[in-house]
């Protein structure tokens, strides 16, 4: 009898695996299928209409201990491939900056993973770290949960969070196969090690699978598999269509006016975000831009709108789209992870990308969004070390953004003047990067849209095989 277990940890794992089609094509392929969520129960009420089994998981309290072995490798990880800018980048801004108790011990890692941080060495630390949970109370509870549902294949949707690693560790402890899906594009080149290792991993295209046996030599090539992303399965489901005179009443737009969308990123790295939007709204007012235009400002689902009430009192012109993403749980370690989409705002984010006309962001996964419905997109990079600005210039070099760059599939502006000639451009020339756009596309997801569920569900039904 085959069982799955799928480990939910956060909203976007719940957009990209409840919201999809894959829970439908998963209980096709295993004879049952149970979710272990790390976000309450009552998150997965609307959206689990058969006899699914979902269970919340006990909340993992990491110890000093088990963070200091979690740290030690994170940090040695990033010191074996700082020859990655983003790598680099998250060295540099991770050391500490202060002489806390906590950030004395992060020097020491720092100051001792500049020697050590060979392969070998960081498999060390990572049992260590799981072997200073292996006793905690919580894990037990995972262990006992494991043992009463007997699951044939634990299937992990996201790879980093730390505090699920027990329930890796309980998977790992009673032989149960296990596998991961890789989050999102830029983990793997730019961020921390994962939490564990697994027997078999998911990932976007050829470009990911060739990354991860890159950074992680364990790793056997047989057992990554290249399935796509369910990111962007809602853009090719019928039940989050919708027509342009929708969107247009939706958004209260005027249908014979072009639609420029700028998308937000979360405060942590969009803290020019306002300046941006000032620019575009100001061009706008100045008859800069050459067209008659709307602006659609959509915020990120990370957080509220709270950070715009000036600019949104200043430019009243302004129409905005808050995510209605919905907070499940406060008083967590992450509590951005704890809030989850409505099926309306997966409608009203795929009646965006259809139907504007151009799209402005900051780097952002926003922007494959975007060339999905091959629409032009401008990425906008205000901040430098000599400006002043938050120095979002960097992020051109990190290595998953910087194949965008290198690509010309985007436009990329460094000042307002650059991105009031690009909007003008993009606009009166629309079709000019398609290539480029539909080549990074390839490049970045590596299989159809159409049945990325089935594909993965597939594949999770036959490892065993």
Not at 304 to 331: A, M, Q
Not at 350 to 376: A, G, Y
């Amino acid at each position: 009898m085959k069982k799955l277990a799928i480990v939910i940890t956060d909203g976007v794992g719940f957009r990209n695996f409840i919201m999809s089609d894959f829970i439908m094509e998963a209980s096709q392929q295993f004879e049952e299928v149970i979710i272990y969520s790390g976000l309450p129960i009552s998150a997965f009420t609307v959206f689990i209409k058969t006899n699914i089994k979902v269970k919340e998981l006990e909340v993992f309290e990491e110890q000093k201990i088990t963070w200091f072995f979690r740290k030690w490798k994170e940090v040695a990880h990033l010191q074996k491939h700082q020859s990655f800018y983003g790598m680099k980048d998250n060295l540099v801004t991770g050391y500490p900056t202060t002489n806390s108790p906590r950030s004395m011990l992060v020097k020491i890692i720092y100051f001792f993973t500049r020697f050590f941080y060979s392969n070998k060495s960081i498999l060390l630390t990572e049992k260590l770290q799981f072997l200073s949970f292996s006793n905690n109370k919580t894990t037990k509870t995972y262990l006992r949960l494991l043992q009463e549902d007997k699951p044939t294949h634990v299937f992990f949707t996201h790879q980093r969070p730390p505090y699920v690693a027990p329930f890796l560790y309980a998977a790992q402890q009673l032989k149960i196969p296990t596998s991961t899906f890789i989050f999102s594009w830029d983990n793997l080149a730019s961020k921390g090690r994962m939490m564990g290792n697994f027997d078999s991993y998911f990932v976007w295209s050829d470009l990911m699978k060739k990354e991860l046996l890159y950074f992680y030599p364990n790793a056997k090539s047989e057992n990554v598999k290249v399935v796509g992303t369910p990111q962007f399965e809602p853009y090719v489901m019928p039940k989050y269509e919708t027509t342009i005179e929708k969107f247009y009443t939706k958004f209260n737009l005027d249908e014979n006016t072009k639609t420029i969308c700028y998308s937000c990123a979360d405060i942590s790295i969009g803290k020019n975000d306002p300046i941006v939007i000032s620019a575009i709204a100001n061009a706008m007012r100045n008859k800069q831009i050459k067209e008659k235009v709307q602006l659609l400002v959509r915020t990120s689902p990370a957080e509220d709108d709270s950070r715009f009430k000036t600019i949104r009192d200043e430019f009243p012109e302004i129409i905005w789209n808050v995510p209605k993403w919905i907070l499940t749980r406060e008083n967590h370690a992450e509590t951005w992870s704890q809030r989850v989409p409505s099926e309306e705002d997966i409608t009203d984010l795929r009646s965006i990308l259809e139907h504007v006309d151009l799209n402005i962001n900051m780097c952002s996964t926003m922007s494959l969004d975007f060339m999905l419905f091959d629409k032009p997109v401008i990425n906008t990079v205000f901040g430098n070390p000599e400006n002043g600005l938050y120095n979002d210039q960097r992020f051109l070099n990190f290595d998953h953004y910087k194949k965008v760059v290198d690509s010309g599939s985007v436009f990329i502006a460094k000042n307002k003047e650059e991105l009031i000639e690009q909007i003008n451009q993009a606009l009166s020339n629309p079709k000019e990067r398609v290539r480029q756009r539909k080549e990074m596309i390839d490049l970045q997801i590596s299989k159809p849209l159409v049945g990325t569920s089935k594909r993965i569900a597939y594949v999770l039904s036959h490892f065993n095989d």
